[in-house]
């Protein structure tokens, strides 16, 4: 009965070697996967484990624990992003194509590319995966250091706002009472979100429109600075 006892405390704990078919890749993705359909502060170890068939002590092997899982998806993703432009193309047409990217990777990872912005580290791995293009393409521009971190930060702040609302402004028509109030009190915001439903274009449009103000702010950030020189 003791040498029974000994052998079964002998198979507690984590295991000594690693499933052979569990890589860090199916880990990730299986990760991914799970976030995608139930919201990230959903993830944990033994959830992802039943998503793999495995145990749950088996994960540690690849990945040691719940915020480097994270670190990966972040990265699994955020490599993923798709950008068309020649590093050569004129930075006004590498700007917007850093947007178009990022605005795409926020419609089809909503569950990772959001809740990020809420995590340090998440972010420096984000922009690490990413930036870089958009740092060019404004230092191209002729940018100070420190305007190109002004400039960028006020771009992904912008797409990462339009990102947050666009589930909210699918523009439903108001009921009654709300559009005589908004008719009464706010004609100009009546008339834009009335405009807004009754566009039918995609959000890439309605995106596009906000970068290019940001550009145009940058053109004449750019011309105030020539002149003054």
Not at 139 to 155: F, M, R, V, W
Not at 189 to 208: E, F, H, I, N, Y
């Amino acid at each position: 009965m003791i040498k029974k006892a000994g052998q079964a405390k002998a198979r507690l704990g984590r295991p000594r070697t690693a499933d052979p078919q569990l890589t860090r890749q199916r880990i990730l993705e299986a990760a991914l996967a799970t976030v995608e359909r139930e919201g990230l502060e959903r993830l944990s170890m033994r959830r992802l484990a039943t998503e793999l068939g495995v145990d749950p002590m088996s994960i540690y092997h690849h990945i040691p624990d719940k915020q480097r899982i994270i670190a990966g998806v972040v990265e699994l993703v955020f490599a993923g992003m798709q950008r068309r432009c020649e590093r050569n193309a004129p930075w006004v047409e590498r700007v917007l194509d850093w947007a178009h990217g990022y605005h795409d990777l926020t419609r089809s990872h909503p569950y990772i590319v959001l809740p990020i912005v809420k995590d340090p580290d998440a972010v420096a791995i984000a922009m690490l995966a990413v930036s870089e293009p958009l740092y060019e393409a404004f230092q191209d521009a002729g940018l100070t250091d420190k305007s190109i971190a002004t400039a960028a930060d006020t771009l992904v702040d912008f797409l990462n706002g339009f990102a947050l609302g666009e589930p909210s402004s699918s523009c439903h028509e108001p009921n009654p009472v709300v559009s005589h109030r908004l008719a009464e009190q706010a004609p100009t915001l009546a008339r834009v979100l009335r405009l807004a439903r009754t566009s039918g274009s995609d959000s890439w449009d309605r995106v596009k429109l906000g970068v290019e103000i940001i550009i145009a702010g940058v053109c004449t950030t750019l011309a105030t600075r020539n002149s003054a020189d």
